[in-house]
């Protein structure tokens, strides 16, 4: 499809009050009447290998009456930091969630605070949460299943990563265990069977707002018996770039470490990606009927006409494209592209939206269908005045809509031992007995790594079928994807050794065969360059369309302090444990002045909350760096390091701990160190 050009920044502020425009004069019906909303969430469900041609009910009750995205995209191709930019509306530079060990201390008391159920309920809505909800949810380190987060009334979260049978769920925060019977345990169904009776019982004199987050079709793919006859002898999809394996270090085919690490896959991995494809088409089926089901509902109370439904993945998935037989985590088209559709009051039926929606969207669109504005936090930006109302209130829209944004990855989940701080002794028996099981029953030769490779520095997934490459520790990139009328592309830089780029022409070769970094055009190579370095450093409503140089983010509720020498803000980026202070910051510069628990200073980050000012070692020398670091607790331990307050008298960030030494720029460099109180460089900070 062909699109505009992206809007320059002059005309940002006004493109964006165009969109609050069109939205406020397409709002339909009573508006003392709030709209119900209603959001059924898969995992690991592609878009650009046909999955939504299996679900016919589908099709029939959402996208024939609504609207459907032809550019859906995850921000992030990875389930857990996905569902915490989806719930936060934040992209992952914003969350500090970045692989799949997430869900931590850190999440629960900052970003997870300001999820999209808490301004719902704010703004009187019940809320309701049935499935998967974060990788972690539920773990003894995390708080357990008693961890309800903040604005959620009704909660139903499952505990840990998809399961169908033998798996244990947070009901109201008390953990029950459920088997293995289909009748009653499947857990798919039971998603269908709980959110249907809840709706059912749900007096609608309240508005309500439903999150439905299905395990499928996330390996290991357990379908419904009866289901087990269909697509035996379907194949995944042959694609230009299906088995295409090896790739090279420069040249065309260059790519980044792990895919020149793989090689084609052998008949036997073949064979397991094909049988995992047909496993996640039965799997979908049940999605199918609870689509139906919870529709059926909805008319029965007559209340359809006044609910919005949306239907989307936390990202997509790859089966045998450039040789990895399943799994996501690339920034290829089969993994970051999702389905997204949406019915309810004043979408026209049977729409196909080009706009780009990205997974930081979702969060402030269903704000929107609920009346409540933007909060300052989040980064997305309300697609609704595209679906909504007039077709002459469509287009105006969609002519100042965006055409880029941010895909980020983080890289691979940490090692067996970081794992075990996370999880009980019980869990990891549990994986590893899961991941014996698919050896067992495997007929994989020794490497699963294709044909000449040996699988050393990879990081492999398992499911039903056997194991396949998928992830690595230098996997790990920033992309500006792009949709205009000259530009359909994909630029992509790692963070690894070589500094590996890579940049595709989605609109001649959208199977990503063709990397043109090498091609000679640095003009072009600077500009996207320096455009994606905008979007890395963006943050809130700056992030629709980023300035060069983007603004500091508003405070977050509560933080409204910072520290400025020389017109240039103190702030510690994403503030997380060992993040260092630094000079002319553009995030993580608000900051709250507070005393801890034992008497003393101490300046906490509004970034992250369980953050605070601290001297690395608490060594007391000239030049000792400053960073972040947990805060004075309840705990015995004492933070002596992070004591510290403002003095306005000299302007000076004074040591408690360090008789005499105060904050002060390093010389020569963006670092914050100790450094003498009546030195030049300690002094003249100014407090707002």
């Known amino acids: 499809n062909k699109h505009n050009m992206a809007p320059s920044s002059l005309l940002v502020a006004a493109a964006i009050a165009a969109l609050a425009a069109v939205s406020a004069g397409a709002a339909v019906g009573d508006a003392s009447q709030k709209a119900n909303i209603v959001f059924i969430f898969t995992d690991d469900q592609d878009v650009v290998l046909n999955s939504l041609s299996v679900m016919p009910k589908l099709t029939k009750y959402i996208q024939k009456q609504g609207a459907n995205f032809e550019n859906a995209f995850a921000t992030t191709p990875i389930c857990c930091p996905s569902r915490a930019s989806v719930t936060s509306g934040r992209y992952m530079h914003n969350t500090g969630v970045k692989d799949n060990s997430c869900g931590g201390k850190e999440w629960q008391s900052n970003q997870e605070l300001y999820n999209m159920a808490y301004f719902l309920n704010q703004s009187g809505y019940q809320t309701y949460y049935s499935g998967k909800y974060l990788n972690n949810y539920g773990m003894p380190a995390v708080g357990g299943t008693a961890h309800i987060p903040r604005g959620w009334t009704s909660w139903h979260a499952l505990v840990g990563n998809s399961k169908y049978y033998d798996y244990d769920v947070s009901e109201q925060g008390k953990r029950e265990h459920f088997g293995s019977d289909y009748a009653t345990d499947y857990y798919t169904d039971k998603l269908k069977n709980d959110s249907v009776a809840f709706l059912s019982a749900w007096d609608t004199a309240d508005p309500l707002f439903m999150m439905i987050g299905t395990p499928c079709p996330h390996v290991p793919n357990i379908f419904a018996p009866q289901y087990s006859d269909k697509y035996r002898d379907v194949e995944a999809p042959r694609t230009e770039n299906w088995n295409k394996a090896p790739a090279t270090a420069h040249g065309s085919t260059a790519k980044h470490w792990l895919m020149q690490n793989i090689g084609p896959m052998d008949a036997q991995h073949v064979n397991n990606s094909d049988v995992t494809f047909q496993d996640r088409w039965r799997c979908l089926q049940s999605v199918d009927d609870l689509v139906e089901e919870v529709i059926q509902t909805l008319e029965s109370k007559n209340v359809l006409d006044n609910t ?7 990202h997509g998935q790859h089966l045998g494209q450039f040789a990895m037989g399943f799994d996501k985590r690339q920034l290829y088209e089969t993994d970051i592209r999702v389905p997204l559709l949406v019915r309810g009051p004043g979408v026209a039926a049977n729409q196909n939206v080009s706009g780009i929606a990205a997974h930081v969207d979702l969060a402030v669109t269903i704000l929107d269908m609920a009346g409540i504005e933007r909060p300052s936090m989040m980064d997305g930006t309300s697609w609704l005045p595209l679906v909504r109302g007039s077709e002459s209130n469509r287009k105006s829209s969609a002519a100042a809509w965006r055409h880029d944004f941010l895909i980020e990855y983080g890289g691979p989940t940490p090692n067996v031992a970081e794992q075990r701080k996370m999880y009980s002794e019980a869990e990891i028996d549990d994986m590893e007995e899961r991941a014996r099981s698919v050896s067992a029953t495997s007929t994989a030769p020794d490497s699963d790594c294709g044909i000449g490779f040996d699988c050393r520095g990879i990081g492999m997934c398992g499911g039903e079928h056997g194991k396949c490459p998928c992830d690595a520790t230098n996997n790990t990139y920033k992309c500006l994807r792009t949709i205009n009328a000259t530009e359909n592309s994909i630029y992509c830089v790692f ?9 595709y022409d989605i609109a001649k070769d959208p199977w990503q065969l063709n990397n043109l970094h090498e091609s000679g055009d640095t003009d072009k190579m600077a500009a996207l360059s320096a455009r994606l370095t905008a979007f890395m450093e ?26 400025s020498k020389t017109g240039q803000l103190l702030g510690c980026g994403s503030c997380g444990e060992a993040s260092p202070l630094t000079i002319g910051s553009v995030t993580g510069t608000w900051f709250k002045e507070s005393v801890d628990t034992l008497g003393h200073g101490q300046i906490q980050s509004g970034e992250d909350m369980s953050e605070c000012f601290n001297i690395l070692d608490a060594k007391c020398s000239v030049g000792q760096p400053v960073h972040m670091h947990t805060c004075q607790q309840s705990d015995k331990k004492v933070h002596r390091g992070n004591h510290f307050h403002f003095d306005a008298s000299t302007g000076t960030l004074v040591s408690e701990l360090c008789a005499g030494l105060c904050l002060a720029p390093k010389s020569g460099d963006t670092t914050v160190v100790l450094q003498n109180c009546n030195s030049q460089a300690a002094t003249g900070w100014v407090r707002k």
């Open 308 to 314: 919005y439904v949306m239907y989307s993945a936390d």
């Open 495 to 503: 963070n690894d050794d070589v500094r590996m780029v890579e940049y």
């Open 538 to 563: 963006c943050y809130g409503g700056d992030c629709f369309n980023p300035p060069a140089h983007p603004k500091p983010p508003p405070p977050p509720p509560g933080f409204n302090t910072s520290y």
